[in-house]
Structures are given as C-alpha cells and as structure tokens.
C-alpha cells in the first residue's frame, strides 16, 4: 500500500514537498513514479526513478523544476519516496499520486503506462496552485 502526503494550496511561485510512503510492501526494488491528474483530463505521469535513485525521469514542463528522490538506507527510509515541486505554476494543479511498477519496464518513461503493467497506487494528494 501506497500514501502520498504534502499536498496542499500555495501561491504561484511557491514550493512543495510530496512523500510516498510504503507498507506492507517493499519498495526499494522498483521503478517509482509520480502522476497527476487534473480534474477532467487525463491522468500523466510526471516523474519516475530507477529502484536505485541513479536514474530519473521527468516530464518536459516539469523539468528544472520538480525533483524526485528515494529515502537511503542510511536515513531508514527505503520505504520512502518524495517529489519536490518549486517555482509551482496554476497548471501544476492536481491530484498527484505515486506509483510503484512491480513489472519493471525497461524505460523509466513506460513506468505504469501499460494495461500490462503491474502497478500499486496511493489515493492521491491534492495540490492547487493559485496565481
């Protein structure tokens, strides 16, 4: 099971920090990534990284901008996983959940993206951005 939390309703401009926690399942050998969706479009993914944290990946309008990251061992948060969100825009509005693929796709950018995908999802956690 998946939980996001650090959502919450912030000026353009401002920051915010998600956590991803995991229970009951370990998630330290699996692609992550985090996905948005607005109300009445499409669910997107955002950013991903490798079970490693060498590797990302990131939506072209979020680049430079959002930073994802795995807790370490040395902090005990292997479990853990967060997606920092700065210089936020109205169009980062949306409900961002995180996501887990037990399929291991090959590319960070097919993370979740297949019916064929093996994926475990938290409920979400609403950011609004206000200009």
């Known amino acids: 099971q998946l939980e996001e939390s650090g959502g919450g309703s912030v000026q353009a401009g401002a920051s915010l920090r998600l956590s991803c926690i995991a229970t009951?399942?370990?998630?330290?050998?699996?692609?992550m990534a985090w996905f948005r969706q607005a109300a009445g479009k499409e669910r997107e993914l955002v950013a991903a990284?490798?079970?490693?944290?060498?590797?990302?990946?990131?939506?072209?309008s979020v680049k430079g901008r959002f930073t994802m990251s795995r807790g370490t061992a040395r902090d005990g948060a292997t479990n853990r996983m967060y997606l920092r969100l700065d210089a936020l825009e109205p169009e980062d509005t949306a409900v961002y959940s995180c996501?887990?693929?037990?399929?291991?796709?090959?590319?960070?950018?097919?993370?979740?993206?297949?019916?064929?995908?093996?994926?475990?999802w938290g409920q979400g956690t609403q950011v609004t951005v206000f200009s």
């Open positions: 990284i490798t079970w490693s944290g060498t590797n990302t990946y990131y939506k072209d």
């Open positions: 009951g399942r370990t998630i330290s050998r699996y692609p």
């Open positions: 996501a887990a693929d037990l399929s291991i796709p090959t590319s960070l950018s097919d993370v979740c993206q297949f019916l064929s995908s093996r994926c475990s």
